[in-house]
Nanobody
Framework: QVQLVKSGGGLVQPGGSLRLSCAASGFTFSSYVMSWYRQAPGKERELVAAITRTGVSTNYADSVKGRFTISRDGAKNTVYLQMNSLKPEDTAVYYC??????????WGQGTQVTVSS
């Protein structure tokens, strides 16, 4: 069974940091591009960050550049999203995604991140 299990969501104050983790199982982790998406209330889901299969290249939404860092650990089959200098507008449900041009894609369960005093 393919699974993408998240952890690390929660409440954090503005300017604080939070780290999201997504552990993958049931597929070859190194064969997939990993990414993080988010969806705020009343808004469409947007791509936050992505990392290539080998971790050599990354891509970020303009709104999070310089504040968020995506990384992956092949030994643990896990992708991370380190979020620093958090702002209230970062509040959203965050999702991890695994995508392969050959095998399709998988979605993890959403995790709520709330940035508030």
């Amino acid at each position: 069974q393919v699974q993408l299990v998240k952890s690390g969501g929660g409440l954090v104050q503005p300017g604080g940091s939070l780290r999201l983790s997504c552990a993958a199982s049931g597929f070859t982790f190194s064969s997939y591009v990993m990414s993080w998406y988010r969806q705020a209330p009343g808004k469409e889901r947007e791509l936050v960050a992505a990392i290539t299969r080998t971790g050599v290249s990354t891509n970020y939404a303009d709104s999070v550049k310089g504040r968020f860092t995506i990384s992956r650990d092949g030994a643990k089959n896990t992708v991370y999203l380190q979020m620093n200098s958090l702002k209230p507008e970062d509040t959203a449900v965050y999702y991890c995604n695994a995508q392969s041009a050959t095998y399709g894609s998988y979605w993890g369960q959403g995790t709520q991140v709330t940035v508030s005093s």
